[in-house]
């Protein structure tokens, strides 16, 4: 069974970094396509960012140049490094697993089958 873990969230002023991880369990997580998503009170999820198995990534123009994700194989886990961060920053953070075999990476919500429970960050200004 698929479980994804995040950690890592919290309070921070504008300006300030937090890393946000999710450990995967239950399959072997290299072998798909992983993202960040999240959610602000009263808007629709959104695609942060996403790494292919082999290392490509993608982000939303709106983190670009601030968030970093990354993945430690051999521990399972996920990350994402987000510095400089805004108080538009603050949301529930979702981390996902891939769906399919036969695209890359994704920032799109449908293209995942698999959701963490999340975790919250909070910056305020």
């Known amino acids: 069974q698929v479980q994804l873990v995040e950690s890592g969230g919290g309070s921070v002023q504008a300006g300030g970094s937090l890393r946000l991880s999710c450990v995967a369990s239950?399959?072997?997580?290299?072998?798909?396509?992983m993202g960040w998503f999240r959610q602000a009170p009263g808007k629709e999820r959104e695609g942060v960012a996403t790494?292919?198995?082999?290392?490509?990534?993608s982000y939303a123009d709106s983190v670009k140049g601030r968030f970093t994700i990354s993945r430690d194989n051999a521990k399972n886990t996920l990350y994402l490094q987000m510095n400089s961060l805004k108080p538009d920053d603050t949301a529930m953070y979702y981390c996902?697993?891939?769906?399919?075999?036969?695209?890359?990476?994704?920032?799109?919500?449908?293209?995942?089958?698999?959701w963490g429970q999340g975790t919250q960050v909070t910056v305020s200004s």
């Open positions: 239950g399959y072997d997580s290299s072998t798909y396509y």
């Open positions: 790494r292919s198995r082999l290392g490509v990534t």
């Open positions: 996902a697993k891939g769906s399919s075999r036969t695209i890359a990476y994704s920032l799109k919500e449908s293209s995942y089958s698999d």
